[in-house]
């Protein structure tokens, strides 16, 4: 295992459905992300939090939204997707402030009906 | 053009093969390459870190880096049915994770 952990590691729901995707990792870094992963395409950054502080949003649509309460969890909100929005969701960690290696998580496979 | 090209493949070779997995990149800021492996239903876990050019062994594991050609590989000596995996390329021009831009992934097999 990695040290990050994300929950859960498979989802369905419903376009109008609200849930949220949990990651925590055990390594002491400082560092999280989310990352999203769709067949056929490059592996997708979303959020960067440095210090529980959010420090890249990389023009994700408003029905994802993070939440770091702590350096140790990660959470991703989301409400209204769509069918497009089904992928893998991938958590990582990293130390600043060299963030030289990132240590991802199993993945939430999330599909949207 | 793409910021990193990698071809998808999928690519099978038979157990004992040298594998080639390659990336092209068109930003010459690139100074820090990776490479991560993807096994099914798991994360990408770091595999080989390079900076700026030159090459790279771990094992059976060897990265190059041409910055010259803005090309990248990946070789695997004596390949094992355990190395069939997805390989990823990854690269940025700062060094932290938060500026990775990763390649598509080429999904390997290696038979017995």
């Known amino acids: 295992e990695t040290g990050v952990t994300q929950t859960p590691r498979h989802l369905v729901m419903g376009m109008t459905n609200k849930k949220s995707l949990k990651c925590e990792q055990h390594?002491?870094?400082?560092?999280m992300y989310w990352y999203k992963q769709s067949a056929k395409k490059p592996l997708e950054l979303m959020f960067v939090y440095n210090f529980k502080e959010q420090t890249e949003n990389n023009s994700v649509p408003s029905r994802f939204s993070p939440e770091c309460p702590n350096s140790s969890h990660l959470f991703l909100h989301l409400h209204t997707l769509q069918p497009e929005d089904s992928a893998l969701y991938l958590c990582?960690?990293?130390?600043?402030?060299?963030?030289?290696?990132?240590?991802f998580g199993q993945g939430t496979r999330l599909t949207v009906v | 053009q793409k910021e990193v090209e990698q071809d998808p493949g999928p690519l099978s070779v038979p157990e004992g093969a040298i594998v080639s997995l390659n990336c092209t990149y068109s930003n010459s800021a690139f100074q820090y390459f990776m490479w991560y492996r993807q096994y099914s239903r798991k994360g990408p876990e770091l595999l080989m870190y390079?900076?700026?050019?030159g090459n790279k062994e771990d094992g059976r594991f060897t990265a190059q880096v041409d910055k010259s050609s803005k090309y990248i590989s990946l070789f695997i000596r004596d390949s094992q049915p355990s190395d069939s995996a997805t390989y990823l390329c990854a690269m940025s021009a700062q060094g932290g994770s938060e500026k990775l831009v990763f390649g598509k992934g080429t999904k390997l097999t290696v038979n017995p």
């Open positions: 990582a960690s990293s130390q600043p402030p060299s963030n030289t290696e990132a240590f």
């Open positions: 390079t900076y700026s050019s």
């Open positions: 390594l002491g870094h400082n560092a």
